[in-house]
């Protein structure tokens, strides 16, 4: 017999969310494990004592983890969505009847919590993880990734000399009729004056000149992302902490750098910190492994291995790594040789010596370009009829050699990725840290910071990772609770922490004889 539904309201319904939401349900299972309440006394003190009551700081920090976990970036959107999922309101703490937060709600109170708050709940995040056995802890991968600012390319506005400032800003500055132009300038004075010097001023002139000479009339010239624009000349008045940067083959975008940790291990992200774009990965490696080795010994973990590619390499950072008992495995840039070609290094007299047998004898140590460099020169005397002159140094009166103070370390570092360890890690790596970044961007809303300000950019990315952690460490005590084994922690800890296991356990017995 066919059958007719007829929808009447009822005027009195008896209805509860935690019968409709299962017991395998994702947000039901997330809720049972994420306690927050550790968030009242520590968010008290940025409240008054009289006024309407504010959002509930645990459901603030719940409602922003559900955007990351739904990819979603507007703060209208996720609200939206909440409303209508019953399983999101339960994990909320709401009922089905209950009104929501207001959108802008959860904007202004983002603004109002520093990043320490959110740094801090991303540590308790990640100490779940490390207490259910997901983190190894003696192995991180370290690597970054530009994400999208919240601003425009075509709001750039150009820097001008100090003195000139005012008189700019009210005459020459002209707006094209295909460029935006900011509604209000957030940039302090600092940054709108050209800090660039007369070689570095050069350089750009001479590439807009050959932009215009060989791109201008190409497909696509007429969108400002095309042009040649730098952090010398422009910035931007819309989000003054973005740094315009670019990747091979990519137009130009104004972005932060996201800079991560993965434990290889797990693959739970154990550091994350927004950075300006305008600087090389290198130049934030000792902040982060500063911050992420304090973090890993209060929870009682030894940081053995750091890997990470070559734009984290120089000299300063391996002996930095090698001060903290931490080996380094990144590969060094391809400038560097090790010295010049045919002429041997000797230790004892800290000299080179030269085919012909001739010293180059260490004369100075000198800072250039930021980089400690050690100089190295022969006797005039030596080089004055020697067989090879013409083809060693040319027209020169001696040999002179440049070479980074941290030869010993950068040694040392090859010789650990060459090693079959080291092969073993690249590999590694490149498995840990990179599908991490790709699952973030495309699923966790970190494709684009929906905010203004480094600052903000940085608690974005911090729930970002919160909400994969979290993910991961579901989905880990689920697997373990359907296979009944306690031992599955072992599976996740790769071949290498046994070794230094059961080295650790070899060494024992001699180290404590020394001891005593």
């Not at 309201?9 to 997330?30: A, G, I, M, Q």
């Not at 001008?160 to 900011?182: F, G, N």
């Not at 739970?268 to 080795?293: E, F, G, P, S």
Request: glycine letters at 6%.
């Amino acid at each position: 017999m066919q059958g007719k539904k007829n929808y009447q309201e009822k005027l009195f319904t008896s209805f509860k969310l935690s019968d409709r939401v299962s017991k395998e349900n994702f947000y039901r299972r997330l809720k049972e494990v994420l306690d927050l309440d550790f968030l009242y006394p520590l968010t008290n003190k940025f409240y008054g004592q009289s006024g309407q009551k504010s959002i509930d700081p645990v459901v603030f920090f719940k409602i922003c983890l559900v955007g990351y976990l739904e990819n979603i970036t507007t703060d209208r959107g996720l609200m939206d969505h909440c409303s209508m999922r019953m399983d999101i309101l339960y994990f909320l703490d709401y009922d089905i009847d209950e009104p929501l937060p207001w959108h802008s709600t959860i904007s202004r109170t983002r603004q109002l919590f520093p990043e320490d708050i959110f740094e801090e709940v991303f540590t308790r995040v990640l100490k779940l993880c490390i207490e259910a056995g997901l983190v190894s802890g003696h192995t991180q991968a370290i690597d970054s990734a530009p994400v999208k600012a919240n601003a425009s390319m075509d709001s750039l506005e150009i820097k001008v000399p100090a003195d000139e400032l005012e008189e700019h800003l009210s005459k020459v500055r002209v707006q094209s009729s295909r460029d935006r132009k900011a509604k209000e300038n957030k940039a302090p004075k600092e940054q709108q004056e050209i800090t660039a010097s007369k070689k570095e001023l050069q350089e750009i002139k001479s590439r807009n000149k050959r932009w215009s000479e060989d791109q201008d009339m190409r497909p696509g010239a007429k969108n400002k992302g095309s042009r040649y624009t730098s952090n010398k000349t422009h910035y931007s008045p819309t989000d003054p902490d973005s740094r315009i940067s670019v990747k091979p083959g990519k137009a130009r975008k104004l972005n932060y750098l996201c800079n991560i940790s993965v434990d290889t291990g797990g693959h739970v992200i154990t550091d994350v910190q927004a950075y300006h774009a305008d600087k090389k990965d290198n130049q934030y490696l000792q902040d982060t492994v500063a911050r992420l080795n304090r973090r890993l010994r209060k929870e009682g973990m030894i940081w053995e291995h750091l890997l990470a590619d070559t734009g984290y390499s120089s000299g300063e950072n391996y002996a930095y790594l090698e001060a903290r008992g931490i080996k380094s495995y990144i590969p060094p840039h391809g400038t560097y040789k090790g010295g010049p070609e045919d002429f041997k290094y000797i230790k004892e007299g800290n000299y080179w010596l030269c085919p012909q047998g001739k010293k180059v004898t260490f004369r100075k140590q000198k800072l250039e370009k930021g980089t400690l460099k050690d100089n190295y020169f022969t006797k005039r005397s030596d080089c004055k009829g020697c067989p090879i002159k013409e083809s060693c140094i040319g027209k020169s009166h001696e040999k002179r050699i440049n070479i980074t103070a941290y030869r010993e370390e950068y040694e040392r570092n090859i010789a650990r990725i060459k090693s079959p360890t080291g092969r073993y890690l690249k590999s590694k790596r490149q498995s840990t840290v990179e599908p991490v970044f790709g699952t973030l961007k495309e699923f966790m809303g970190l494709r684009k910071v929906n905010t203004i300000g480094i600052k903000q950019a940085n608690k974005c990315m911090h729930l970002s990772a919160m909400a994969y952690n979290l993910k991961k460490y579901l989905k880990f005590i689920q697997k373990r609770a359907k296979s009944g084994a306690e031992s599955l922690v072992l599976y996740f800890l790769p071949k290498i922490v046994l070794q230094n296991v059961a080295w650790h356990f070899l060494k024992a017995p001699n180290l404590v004889h020394s001891q005593a």
